[in-house]
């Protein structure tokens, strides 16, 4: 255990401080910032156009409670109606509505570049209303009895709830195939660029005699161990690292106005998403890893020197894109539960894309899931066991030639 | 490999030689669990296995170092995949690098070196964790006579401090100078095995260096006389047939006068390497 982590940890520390790692890390996040810095530019440019904003002058009861009820459309800081209408002329302003009282009787009048805005609209008339029913009241002398039948209000049921939850299951389904588009992508493009990692650093050491100085000092198995989990380690640390910044992202976010309207409306949306991500179904996607990492490491160990290492992981390549293309063709919810989808998700590797799917469009249950996660990890061990036996032979054989006759050649020294 | 058989002891050197492909490589494979073989080789009276690696140092024929790695890290790495806690490699390594006079600092990177000062950092990660056995593979190719001094210093003070030291070398005359103990493989198979000095006396002392007035055929004349080489002015090297015709050639030569040298000497080892080597074609 002791060499374990010696090896695990130099391999570990090794990437980690590589700039290609912090590149492969800081990359997505400048993508991302990027894309959120455009889109920001343009919602502010056009938000600067689109911004209404209107000025109360006059009563200030009224002023007062519109403000409460439309903060955002109302320029608090003009008091008065000569300063209303020079704002209004410099068109700093869309208008101004000014608020007197004549004779028991409110008046407004309204003086823009456009037409009021219907929301402050609405809400103006209604604080109006209100104040104006009460003066009435006073006025006509009517007793309160009198008062209560005169504020008798037609019934007025809502059926939003209906509404509300076929937006809710609309959500769903949407966070359903998005998260399975995400999922899918995750898998193959880290699949994808951690095989390569963990071949080329196998390769590495073929071709040179430090795999003998290695070996003369370490048992293979340990070795091969130490490495291989020094990539997933780095591995988990980026999705720890891209965990973490989205959840920051969303508290830092979740304090603008904008945003948390927006992820209040979406709130179903955005929990079925993460449900769906931070499950059964990540555990699949992080065994699909391990898998190819295992797999690219015999790969990198079966290349003649470190160049051809992409050379040897080719085969591994080429499968994991095609069980990314195979499993964009399952992703609806039907064509999900076909038998290659249901044989494809107790294959090890296919069932880290396949199973997933099912889950989440629930072709599959969770104690299936737990069967086919099963099936991956017994894989892993076996395939981990058999390699690490084979793995000094692969790595200390020096045989140029093809990828079939560098195996022979290498089991031909055991 | 036939039946090879031989004991590295304890504060000895032992030299193991043969034409490239004899087996040299093989046999140091075999003894790291490289390759899987018929046979035993044991270490400290049991069977060697990877939980004795601590106590082997390795050296392989060819060098190879994590060139992006810094010196210390390169060595501390290799010290504590030997066991070795990292405080204590550390404690060392200015004194190590300072006896190999490492052109370098401790912070710097093995691929700033030069090819032969990687070399030397080769050989303290082979031997900085004290190992009780050192295994060298050809450790004095690529050195130039000073470097090879120093390595030669520090195989000695291995030996010296109890390790048991096996290497390979196609100089004969740094076998000579350093091993107590040596061993010639030919296709596999053991065909010189013991002290130096009783190798070398096994076959004879047919040579003879002397300084005469005499001229080659007048030594060629003589009986037991089998080749003369003439070495400069009236310095003759000369092979006899048998050791015992020595005797009547020094009284040729002196007539019971004194003469300015008379050494009558072993084939060395260079000569017996040449001439076991020889016998493999013939």
């Known amino acids: 255990m002791h060499k374990f982590n010696i090896v695990f940890m130099r391999n570990y520390l090794l990437h980690l401080k590589s700039k290609s790692f912090i590149a492969l890390l800081v990359t997505p996040i400048i993508s991302i910032l990027i894309t959120a810095g455009i889109g920001g530019l343009v919602a502010s440019s056009t938000s600067s156009f689109n911004n209404y904003q209107v000025a109360v002058v006059g009563d200030s009861s009224v002023k007062s409670e519109l403000v409460s009820k439309d903060k955002d459309s109302i320029d608090t800081s003009i008091k008065s109606e000569s300063t209303a209408k020079k704002e209004l002329k410099k068109d700093n302003i869309d208008g101004y509505i000014k608020v007197s009282k004549e004779n028991n009787q409110y008046k407004i009048n309204f003086f823009g570049s456009s037409s009021l805005d219907s929301d402050v609209k ?16 006073k006025t006509s002398n009517v007793t309160s009895e009198q008062y209560k039948q005169l504020s008798v209000k037609p019934a007025f049921k809502s059926s939003v709830t209906d509404k509300e939850k076929k ?3 609309d959500q769903k389904s949407n966070a359903n195939s998005s998260s399975i588009y995400v999922l899918i992508f995750i898998s193959y493009f880290f699949t994808i660029i951690y095989a390569s990692i963990m071949s080329t650093t196998i390769a590495k050491e073929k071709g040179t005699k430090i795999s003998e100085v290695i070996f003369s000092s370490v048992s293979p198995s340990t070795y091969f161990s130490g490495k291989v989990g020094a990539v997933i380690a780095l591995m988990a640390t980026q999705m720890v690292i891209y965990t973490g910044a989205g959840v920051i992202a969303y508290f830092i976010l979740n304090m603008y106005p904008l945003f948390n309207s927006l992820f209040a409306s979406q709130h179903v949306l955005i929990s079925t998403f ?59 919810d039907g064509f999900s539960d076909s038998i290659f989808s249901q044989v494809g998700s107790y294959i090890p590797l296919f069932s880290s894309f396949l199973m997933p799917i099912r889950l989440i469009n629930h072709d599959a249950n969770f104690f299936e899931g737990i069967i086919s996660l099963l099936i991956s990890i017994a894989f892993i061990t076996f395939v981990t066991y058999k390699f690490s036996n084979v793995y000094k032979l692969f790595m200390l054989n020096s045989e140029e030639g093809s990828f079939f006759k560098r195996i022979k050649s290498a089991l031909n020294n055991k | 490999m036939n039946n090879v058989s031989f004991e590295a002891k304890d504060g000895q050197i032992l030299g193991l030689i043969g034409q490239n492909g004899a087996g040299k490589s093989t046999t140091f494979h075999s003894i790291l669990r490289f390759i899987e073989f018929e046979g035993k080789i044991t270490f400290n009276n049991h069977e060697i296995s990877v939980k004795d690696f601590n106590e082997i140092g390795y050296l392989p024929e060819e060098r190879s170092l994590f060139e992006d790695l810094t010196i210390e890290s ?10 070795r806690d990292k405080k204590w490699v550390k404690e060392r390594i200015d004194s190590w690098l300072k006896r190999f006079e490492v052109k370098g600092e401790a912070k710097d990177k093995i691929k700033s070196l030069s090819k032969g000062n990687q070399q030397k950092v080769q050989l303290i990660c082979t031997l900085i964790h004290e190992p009780k056995l050192v295994i060298l593979d050809e450790p004095f190719s690529g050195l130039d006579p000073v470097n090879a001094d120093l390595l030669k210093k520090e195989i000695i003070r291995t030996k010296e401090n109890g390790a048991a030291i096996i290497f390979s070398s196609h100089d004969m005359n740094n076998v000579e100078e350093l091993c107590d103990h040596v061993v010639m493989l030919r296709n596999g198979n053991v065909v010189l095995n013991g002290s130096v000095d009783e190798i070398r006396n096994q076959f004879g002392k047919k040579h003879v260096f002397v300084t005469t007035d005499m001229s080659v055929n007048e030594l060629l004349s003589l009986d037991g006389i089998q080749e003369v080489i003439a070495r400069g002015a009236n310095r003759y090297k000369i092979t006899l047939t048998d050791e015992e015709y020595g005797k009547a050639l020094f ?32």
Do not use: M, W
């Not at chain 1, 609405?122 to 009241?137: E, Y």
């Not at chain 1, 890893?289 to 992409?310: M, T």
């Open chain 1, 122 to 137: 609405t809400d103006l008339l209604s604080i109006v209303n209100q104040k104006q029913a009460q003066i009435n009241v």
């Open chain 1, 167 to 169: 937006q809710n299951d």
């Open chain 1, 274 to 332: 993460i449900g769906n991500i931070f499950s059964i179904n990540l555990l699949f996607i992080l065994v699909g890893f391990v898998i190819s990492i295992v797999l690219a490491a015999i790969c990198g160990s079966l290349s003649a020197n470190v160049e051809g290492a992409a050379k040897s992981s080719q085969p591994l390549v080429f499968l994991i894109l095609f069980i990314f293309v195979i499993s964009l063709n399952f992703v609806n």
């Open chain 2, 74 to 83: 390169q060595i501390t790495y290799f010290a504590e995949l030997k066991g």
């Open chain 2, 251 to 282: 009284n040729a030569v002196s007539h019971g006068e004194y003469i300015e040298e008379f050494s009558q000497q072993p084939p060395t080892l260079d000569e017996i390497f040449r001439e076991k080597a020889v016998a493999k074609h013939a």
